[in-house]
């Protein structure tokens, strides 16, 4: 068992940044592969990004590739989402997610096994 907890949502203007963090508790945290993913209104969630255990390995959406950097502190327990150049786009609400099963979850939210209860991130024109 483990619980995922994200902060750092907000209200931010087009071409700012913003960085999430998702604080992981009740279990070893460099067990799980982490990922990102969000949800617009009226659409389906989306896989943003993903990085291994270790992580040595990334991975990202083409629509976020090169603005948006995912990374780890396992000493802290903490994945991060920076975000940058970020878009109107990018408005959704934000999901962290790990799991157990693979090294490395990719794109697939069959991967995950838990899920945050999500941070909503906001841009305006």
């Known amino acids: 068992q483990v619980q995922l907890a994200e902060f750092g949502g907000g209200l931010v203007q087009a071409g700012g940044s913003l960085r999430l963090s998702c604080a992981a508790s009740?279990?070893?945290?460099?067990?799980?592969?982490m990922g990102w993913f969000r949800q617009a209104p009226g659409k389906e969630r989306e896989f943003v990004a993903a990085?291994?255990?270790?992580?040595?390995?990334?991975g990202y959406a083409d629509s976020v590739k090169g603005r948006f950097t995912i990374s780890r502190d396992n000493a802290k327990n903490t994945a991060y989402l920076q975000m940058n150049n970020l878009k109107p786009d990018d408005t959704a609400v934000y999901y962290c997610?790990?799991?157990?099963?693979?090294?490395?979850?990719?794109?697939?939210?069959?991967?995950?096994?838990?899920w945050g209860q999500g941070t909503q991130v906001t841009v305006s024109s």
């Open positions: 009740g279990s070893t945290f460099s067990s799980f592969a």
């Open positions: 990085i291994s255990k270790s992580g040595g390995s990334t």
């Open positions: 997610a790990a799991g157990l099963r693979t090294y490395y979850g990719g794109t697939y939210p069959q991967n995950y096994d838990y």
